[in-house]
């Protein structure tokens, strides 16, 4: 009977082929209602359990807040769903499942930098697996419908394509980040629901209405910013900029090391990527203070704090800021990393 088993699943195959494909061209017919995306994503996990491979580990970690969202729900598993899939192709050993939800807010200043977003507060989903990752080529293309690394019969390259047609109906935003040999991060977020009638929600304090205390404040201070994702490089000067300080950036960290290794007027505060090719950036910083003892760090990465620190990359304790971040996000995290003791 192994023809009907195989027509089976051809039938399967072509039956969520119809519905991705109805979705993606969003023919299919939304129901919107309030949800809570904690609910949604635990409910996910048994039916993950039960389809991904045994060898994948799944953890959650969930917001404590609200997570209200409008949504569809069965959109938004289709989303899990699509993302996990990935996830476990591209874990082609066993390999770890990490699915998070958590607040997020977006300021001004960020939706003024990225286009279609409109600011406020939004839950963040991440999806995140330790897998082969992708080269910057693929992840230029990856959300182009048909677009597959996947050998014919494999993938049709509408997995992500599909997750992308979702997010955008539910008014929200998709990231990722990704190494090669480095496993992968997808982050979407949602507007959150506000609860009750009041629809002013309080906005989190920005810069201007919260200065660091003045003994840490000296707009002298050279920062350097090290990140060897020129676009980032970039915006993290000019919003280090932006709030007041000189910035020195370097593309990699044996530039960092021998310009330091070259000065007496040292920076004051590192800001580094933690995941580099040649260099982690907790080498970097072990390093750097060897001649300058009393440099601050901050440490940045998309993937995610419990995924960095799953991999050991970092200790627990280190002021951390995820990708993508706003100015309020890095102004605070500054002012954090500068408040530390010297360890
Ligand atoms: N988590 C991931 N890790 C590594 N590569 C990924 C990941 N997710 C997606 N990709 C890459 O993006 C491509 C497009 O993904 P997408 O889900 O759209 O299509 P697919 O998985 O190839 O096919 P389909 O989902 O239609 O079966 C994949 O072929 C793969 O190269
Ligand atoms: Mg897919």
């Avoid at 390999?95 to 200043?109: R, V």
């Avoid at 959300?143 to 019969?153: A, D, I």
């Avoid at 090669?180 to 304090?205: A, H, M, N, W």
């Avoid at 627990?316 to 360890?343: C, I, N, S, Y």
Wanted: proline fraction near 6%.
């Amino acid at each position: 009977m192994e023809w009907l088993r195989q027509a089976h699943r051809a039938a399967d195959r072509a039956k969520s082929l119809v519905s991705q494909l109805l979705s993606f061209s969003r023919k299919q017919l939304m129901e919107m209602c309030s949800i809570e995306l904690n609910e949604v994503v635990q409910g996910m996990e048994k039916i993950l359990r039960d389809t991904l491979r045994e060898d994948i580990e799944i953890r959650l970690y969930l917001a404590e807040g609200a997570t209200s969202i409008k949504a569809d729900p069965a959109q938004v598993e289709q989303i899990i769903m699509n993302l996990a899939v990935n996830s476990q192709d591209a874990m082609v050993k066993p390999g770890c499942l990490t699915l998070e939800t958590k607040e997020a807010y977006l300021d001004e200043e960020y939706a003024r930098t990225h286009v279609g977003i409109v600011p406020g507060p939004y839950v963040l989903l991440s999806v995140s697996d330790t897998g082969i990752g992708m080269n910057k080529t693929v992840q230029s293309r990856i959300f182009e419908p048909f677009f597959t690394t996947k050998e014919k019969g494999k993938g049709t390259g509408l997995g992500l394509a599909t997750v992308y047609g979702i997010v955008k109906q539910h008014k929200g935003w998709i990231w990722v980040y990704s190494e090669p040999g480095q496993g992968t991060t997808f982050k979407i977020y949602f507007p959150l629901e506000e609860s009750g009638g009041d629809r002013s929600v309080p906005r989190p304090p920005t810069v201007m209405e919260k200065p660091p205390p003045p003994d840490l404040l000296n707009l002298d201070s050279l920062i350097a910013v090290v990140e060897d994702e020129e676009s980032v490089r970039e915006l993290a000067s000019t919003l280090i900029q932006q709030l007041g300080y000189k910035t020195l950036s370097f593309s990699t960290p044996r530039e960092c090391l021998e310009y330091f290794n070259g000065q007496t007027e040292r920076p004051k505060m590192l800001l580094t990527d933690v995941v580099m090719p040649e260099m982690d950036g907790r080498e970097l910083y072990r390093r750097l203070k060897e001649g300058t003892p009393n440099l601050k760090v901050l440490f940045m990465s998309g993937y995610t704090e419990n995924v960095i620190a799953h991999h050991g990359v970092l200790e627990h304790g280190v002021t951390f800021l995820p990708k993508p971040f706003t100015l309020t996000q890095l102004a605070e995290k500054m002012q954090e990393a500068w408040g530390k003791r010297d360890t």
